[in-house]
């Protein structure tokens, strides 16, 4: 054509982006999200272990600091990457250790529900999760100090029947009196 100059148009310096180049060598988009947000890739366009951002705690626990739900345990919304709505620890184990079987939980072992340092994650069954939190005693059960007839949960009042369970000792002997003098009455 007449009249037009060739111009070198220069591609946008980011990977993948074949924009034309407006601004430091970045197209407009890029330049913006660099300007706005200190980083030329958007959030969403990011690799999904840098949602996973954390603080190192005195423990040596990585906690996560996005959004975490009401336990506590930290929650991972990346949509592109397939991931809505999932535990933190459960996208942390599968990007820095491997996949997870669909019959196993991961389990911390730090008992810390915002913790996603792969040294503190374990694979195991639902049933190995729950004799865990009973063996360390973080069952809602073991907040209780009192039985519901008021007695306290000590030891020299305390029954321990098998899978974890307790039970008040002054309860159990007041049934086992109970049922004794009601069979001895019909005789």
């Known amino acids: 054509m007449e009249g037009?100059?060739?111009?070198?148009?220069?591609?946008?310096?980011?990977?993948?982006?074949?924009?034309?180049?407006?601004?430091?060598?970045?197209?407009?988009?890029?330049?913006?999200?660099?300007?706005?947000?200190?980083?030329?890739?958007?959030?969403?366009?990011?690799?999904?272990?840098d949602r996973l951002t954390y603080k190192v705690t005195g423990t040596g626990c990585w906690e996560f600091t996005g959004k975490v739900n009401d336990r506590g345990y930290g929650i991972v919304h990346?949509?592109?990457?397939?991931?809505?709505?999932?535990?933190?620890?459960?996208?942390?184990?599968?990007?820095?250790?491997?996949?997870?079987?669909?019959?196993?939980?991961?389990?911390?072992?730090c008992d810390n529900p915002p913790c996603?340092?792969?040294?503190?994650?374990?694979?195991?069954?639902?049933a190995d999760n729950m004799a865990d939190m009973v063996a360390k005693r973080r069952h809602w059960a073991h907040s209780k100090t009192h039985c519901p007839n008021g007695h306290p949960y000590t030891e020299e009042n305390t029954y321990r029947p098998g899978r974890g369970g307790r039970e008040c000792l002054t309860c159990k002997r007041e049934r086992g009196n109970k049922y004794t003098r009601k069979t001895r009455s019909r005789t």
């Open 4 to 49: 037009v100059a060739s111009v070198d148009m220069k591609h946008c310096s980011v990977d993948g982006c074949d924009r034309t180049a407006k601004a430091k060598g970045m197209c407009n988009r890029h330049y913006e999200n660099q300007r706005l947000r200190g980083s030329a890739v958007p959030v969403k366009e990011r690799p999904l272990v």
């Open 78 to 109: 990346a949509a592109v990457h397939g991931v809505e709505g999932e535990r933190a620890h459960r996208v942390a184990y599968r990007e820095w250790v491997g996949e997870i079987p669909d019959d196993m939980v991961v389990m911390h072992q």
């Open 116 to 126: 996603i340092n792969p040294e503190h994650l374990k694979l195991g069954t639902h």
